[in-house]
């Protein structure tokens, strides 16, 4: 698990965004943007589902209205620590439920959880639900992340069970 250095720790915004540059948060800046509080299903992969947390933090389009995308912008890539990824479909991205956690069930977020900022995408696979997340980019054509370029589902439905990459259809995987 990654040591979180509150000093050094910085959030960043970047790749195809409306102003063309990018954009960065340190952690007193990102730790006291609006909070909100999503109640969702966590799902896995493994064929388990937790049911019922209650996710705090900032949600994905408070963190888009302050650092918004390109109209073109159609995928998110979310990055982590240790150069881990996983893109997100932009619609998925922008739904209501989706945040940026910092508590689970009003507790601060363990480092084993992804202390101390998890992306929570609830309605898909727990694995776009990237623990230690430092970045967001912005991308006109999607691109595969570290679970997805490793044969795993572009999509990532758990109610379609979109585990493997070989179940895909036409147009739920990069060109």
Request: hydrophobic fraction near 40%; charge should be negative; proline fraction near 8%.
């Amino acid at each position: 698990m990654p040591t979180f250095r509150p000093a050094t720790w910085e959030f960043q915004v970047m790749g195809a965004t409306a102003s063309g540059g990018q954009h960065r948060f340190t952690w007193p800046q990102f730790s006291e943007l609006s909070r909100s509080t999503v109640l969702a299903d966590f799902h896995c992969v493994t064929k388990f589902s937790i049911m019922g947390n209650e996710w705090g933090g900032v949600a994905a389009t408070t963190l888009m209205e302050l650092a918004p995308p390109a109209p073109e912008a159609r995928h998110v890539m979310i990055w982590a620590e240790y150069g881990y990824s996983a893109n997100v479909r932009m619609a998925d991205f922008t739904r209501d439920h989706t945040i940026f956690a910092l508590e689970l069930d009003g507790t601060p977020l363990s480092p084993e959880r992804g202390f101390p900022v998890r992306l929570v995408v609830p309605h898909l696979y727990a694995w776009k639900s990237v623990k230690w997340v430092r970045a967001v980019e912005y991308m006109v054509e999607d691109r595969r992340g570290f679970w997805e370029d490793r044969g795993y589902h572009n999509v990532a439905d758990p109610w379609s069970e979109q585990r493997y990459s070989y179940q895909e259809e036409p147009g739920e995987g990069p060109p």
